[in-house]
């Protein structure tokens, strides 16, 4: 059964830093990328960064680079996002994602994906 569950969401100030974990069960990271997403009230799920081990293939918005990276933990067996430099616009719920019908599929797009963590809420604030 496919499971993704996000963590490390909080407060945090502005200029601050954060790092979130997802923890994926149920399928295999060697065929299936992982993506992160970010939704703010009112506003329209955003695609942060997806990743893809097998392959090595990534896709980032241009909104994070810089200041977010993501990258998978193999010990771990988690998808990690840091963030630093934060700002009160990176106030969202932050969840992570992945499609396994489509193997190493990595696009930034909601509609593309099929299985949804929970989320976990990121607050940027002094």
């Known amino acids: 059964q496919v499971q993704l569950v996000e963590s490390g969401g909080g407060l945090v100030q502005p200029g601050g830093s954060l790092r979130l974990s997802c923890a994926p069960s149920?399928?295999?990271?060697?065929?299936?990328?992982v993506a992160w997403f970010r939704q703010a009230p009112g506003k329209e799920r955003q695609g942060i960064a997806c990743?893809?081990?097998?392959?090595?293939?990534?896709h980032s918005a241009e909104f994070m680079k810089g200041r977010f990276t993501i990258s998978i933990d193999n010990s771990e067996h988690t998808i990690n996002l840091e963030m630093s430099s934060m700002k009160p616009d990176d106030t969202a719920v932050y969840y992570c994602a992945t499609n396994i019908n489509r193997a190493n599929w990595c696009g930034l797009l909601p509609d593309e994906y099929t299985f949804w963590g929970q989320g976990t809420q990121v607050t940027v604030s002094s």
């Open positions: 149920g399928f295999t990271l060697d065929y299936y990328a």
């Open positions: 990743i893809s081990s097998p392959d090595g293939t990534t």
